[in-house]
């Protein structure tokens, strides 16, 4: 694991040993870009699903996935959690896919409102709503997830 920018670990990929073959499926009504964790622990794009969409990938046991809203960039989760890490195939077994789900995150109301103004608002909007705004709320809203508009994507599913 490396630092995150909040200080706590960031998930990346370790090694490529153990097979694991999942299938997303996305059972939200939001577009949802689906992120590998490489080695960096940088995310890279692999695809964007659509509202029922499914993917179906061959990965390892200890590559880490992560799933965003398309629009707002916000957190989605697996299994109740926001990193999904895959769990190893048994080769006593076939190769089938594992199903698994995409769903939605709970958010507070403030998360919400942030949701609603981010999308609504350029950073440099925003500034100028500083005297209105609380400035911890929109420092908040200045530090959206950095990953959104520029992050890698995977020479091998682009869509």
Request: glycine content about 8%; proline content about 8%.
């Given at each position: 694991m490396s630092v995150g920018t909040d200080g706590g670990e960031q998930p990346r990929s370790i090694q490529s040993e153990l097979f694991s073959y999942i299938r997303f499926i996305n059972r939200t009504q939001q577009t949802v870009d689906l992120f590998w964790?490489?080695?960096?622990?940088?995310?890279?794009?692999?695809?964007?699903?659509?509202?029922?969409?499914?993917?179906?990938?061959?990965?390892?046991?200890?590559?880490?996935?992560?799933?965003?809203?398309?629009?707002?960039?916000?957190?989605?989760?697996?299994?109740g959690q926001e990193v999904f890490y895959p769990q190893?195939?048994?080769?006593?077994?076939?190769?089938?896919?594992?199903?698994?789900?995409?769903?939605?995150?709970?958010y507070t109301l403030k998360d919400i409102c942030k949701q609603v103004v981010s999308s609504h608002y350029t950073s440099e909007q925003l500034k100028k709503l500083s005297p209105t705004i609380p400035a911890d709320l929109l420092l908040e809203l200045l530090h959206r997830d950095p990953s959104v508009p520029g992050y890698s994507v995977s020479p091998y599913y682009q869509i």
């Open positions: 964790m490489n080695y960096a622990g940088e995310r890279v794009k692999y695809i964007t699903l659509l509202p029922g969409g499914q993917f179906s990938v061959e990965t390892f046991a200890t590559h880490p996935w992560i799933f965003r809203d398309a629009i707002s960039g916000y957190p989605l989760r697996v299994e190893p195939w048994d080769p006593g077994h076939s190769r089938q896919c594992k199903d698994v789900f995409i769903d939605l995150s709970y």
